[in-house]
């Protein structure tokens, strides 16, 4: 098999961070490291890695370092006609100090043979490059992102892949020996870059190691897999990938390898459980190196009764133990809203009282289209008086009996004459709601749209998360909003919770707060942002509670959810973070 070919079984997705980079982007240290990236040590001006992986659209971000190439030398470079990448021009050339790359809390001048590449101390850049509109997919994908650093490529990969510091290990590393080079040490076996990657456990699950290299220990060739020869003499080279990565008896998270050593619902003290992971190394879930101890996750509802089962209310919880173990709570299914907030409020309490740090999050929209606080005389970024405000208005009881188009209704009288924005109600109950049309109206402007930010955003990647106007009919979320946002000001404002709860983006700001336990994070989700494995649960809804626990811990443990709280190449309007809120997903 040709070696683009095997690549091509595995792409990675163009990160979105990169397919929505322009001219005001900025570089973000975690969006990059949080992508698949391509590591090469020594790499001169060779393109053949960036050919290799990127034409196959494997890998789009690329790391070279060479302390033996002059950054000015690199623009020239990059300028020539004959050695610049061919079917692309540069987007954006960001310089970058050591303060941009090198993760937070590394001195880099604890690490002495980092240099620096230019005299402004700037020891490298960015480039972004755009595919020129006349190529199309076969010639390699739309956006590439190369760091070009002039450093010694030991103590960069010690500085930038640095565990204690959430960083993701390189997916591939370049192994190229120089014969008798500069370079203090060899790149291949039992030369000093695999030992800085073995004791900062951050090893890549793959080796491009060119002939009259040595791989890794610990590395196997992928048989049946033909070479690829490129550099500077055209060297053969061929793809070998970690020995543990491709012969695992246990189960996959990530980077990091489980053994699953319960899969039942036997009762515990307190509660059942559906899975248990163990970490072959528990030293991989150390809880220094991740964001939260324990994911809460709901699928919520707006019944007018009494359910379980399909269509009704799940939540997903799982927590790491001390130990090490990741356990995986059987989903719980009350019958009514009111069970469930106080099902929630226990799990999050325990957990409070534990000092864990805990992310939570429900399934509807957390705020409103900007233009609606407007609209109700609430001072625009007032999100506590727009919930305080539905709490205020919103009854629900035992039996699910609530009012919420009585509510509806209400608000749109408040909004104006014009019919909407809210919309959709039972049939035959015209006279009951005579400002709640029974139909999408035409009232949506820019004064007060349709749909927030991210749903236009996800609208254009080709998924359709519906509006929050809408009540009634399949899919509809406003029913949903109405009834959640009281359930969430009460946790959120809790008497026991309230001082070590924060809502993203509201209060958080596009970051995810670090600070150590109790710690209470509220999130919005969609299921539609995340991939869902619809075979961890027969019922649907279970499955995508069940898949944002997985995720959620799957991103944490590779250094890569913090990413997703900030998941802009540019700041948005300000609107979006203090009105409109965000989803949390891929």
């Known amino acids: 098999m040709e070696l683009a070919e095997y690549l091509s079984l595995s792409p990675e997705q163009i990160p979105y961070w990169l397919a929505n980079f322009n001219e005001n982007s900025v570089f973000d ?14 790499s001169g001006f060779d393109g053949h890695p960036v050919q290799v992986f990127g034409s196959a659209d494997w890998a789009h971000c690329f790391v070279y370092v060479d302390s033996h190439v002059e950054l000015s030398e690199l623009h020239r470079e990059l300028a020539s006609p004959t050695y610049g990448f061919a079917g692309y021009s540069s987007l954006r050339r960001i310089p970058l100090t050591w303060a941009d790359l090198v993760p937070r809390g590394r001195n880099p001048h604890d690490l002495p043979r980092l240099v620096d590449g230019s005299s402004d101390g700037s020891p490298g850049f960015l480039e972004v490059l755009a595919r020129h509109v006349e190529k199309d997919a076969q010639h390699g994908p739309s956006r590439l992102a190369v760091l070009f650093l002039h450093a010694d490529a030991f103590a960069a990969y010690q500085a930038l892949f640095d565990r204690r ?90 980077n990091f390898v489980w053994q699953q050593i319960f899969d039942d619902t036997t009762p515990l003290p307190n509660r059942r459980f559906r899975t248990v992971h163990r970490p072959v190394d528990a030293s991989q879930c150390l809880r220094e190196s991740r964001l939260f101890d324990a994911y809460v996750f709901v699928d919520w509802s707006a019944s007018q009764r009494p359910r ?84 205020q208005h919103i009854a629900d009881n035992a039996h699910n009996t609530n009012n919420r188009f009585v509510v509806a209704n209400h608000l749109n009288a408040a909004a104006g004459p014009a019919a909407g924005p809210f919309w959709g109600r039972p049939q035959g109950q015209q006279n009951l709601y005579e400002h709640l049309p029974a139909t999408r109206p035409n009232v949506y402007n820019d004064n007060l749209a349709e749909f927030r930010q991210i749903e236009v955003t996800l609208q254009q990647q080709g998924r359709w998360p519906k509006s929050v106007w809408q009540l009634f009919y399949n899919g509809s979320v406003g029913s949903q909003t109405l009834m959640g946002i009281p359930v969430l000001n009460r946790l959120r404002f809790h008497d026991q919770l309230r001082d070590c709860s924060v809502v993203w983006p509201f209060e958080a700001g596009w970051h995810c707060p670090a600070t150590e336990g109790p710690l209470v994070v509220h999130a919005e989700i969609w299921p539609g942002a995340i991939p869902v494995n619809e075979h961890l649960h027969d019922i649907k809804d279970a499955a995508q509670v069940l898949s944002y626990v997985e995720w959620a811990a799957r991103h944490d443990l590779n250094g890569t959810l913090a990413a997703r709280f900030n998941p802009h190449a540019q700041v948005p309007n300000q609107s979006v973070q203090t009105c409109e809120g965000w989803i949390l997903g891929d």
């Open 165 to 254: 510091f959430t960083s993701a290990p390189p997916h591939v590393v370049v192994v190229q020996d120089h014969g008798f080079g500069r370079n203090l040490s060899k790149f291949g076996r039992d030369g000093e870059l695999s030992r800085i990657a073995g004791h900062q456990r951050m090893l890549p699950d793959w080796l491009f190691v060119a002939e009259y290299s040595d791989a890794w220990e610990g590395y196997q060739l992928v048989d049946n897999v033909e070479g690829s020869r490129g550099g500077r003499h055209s060297d053969l080279r061929h793809l070998y990938r970690r020995i543990d990565a491709q012969q695992r008896p246990s189960e996959l998270r990530g």
């Open 308 to 391: 379980q089962g399909a269509d009704s209310i799940w939540i997903g919880a799982a927590e790491f133990l001390n130990n090490g173990d990741f356990v995986i709570a059987e989903p719980i299914n009350p019958e009514t809203r009111m069970a469930a907030e106080a099902t929630v409020a226990e799990l999050l309490l325990s957990h409070v009282q534990a000092k864990h740090r805990v992310l939570v999050g429900f399934d509807f929209p957390y705020g409103y289209p900007n233009g609606w606080h407007h609209a109700l005389g609430v001072n625009e970024g007032n999100w506590t008086a727009l919930w305080d405000l539905l709490t």
């Open 29 to 42: 240290r975690e969006h990059f490291f949080g992508s698949r990236v391509v590591y090469y040590p020594g």
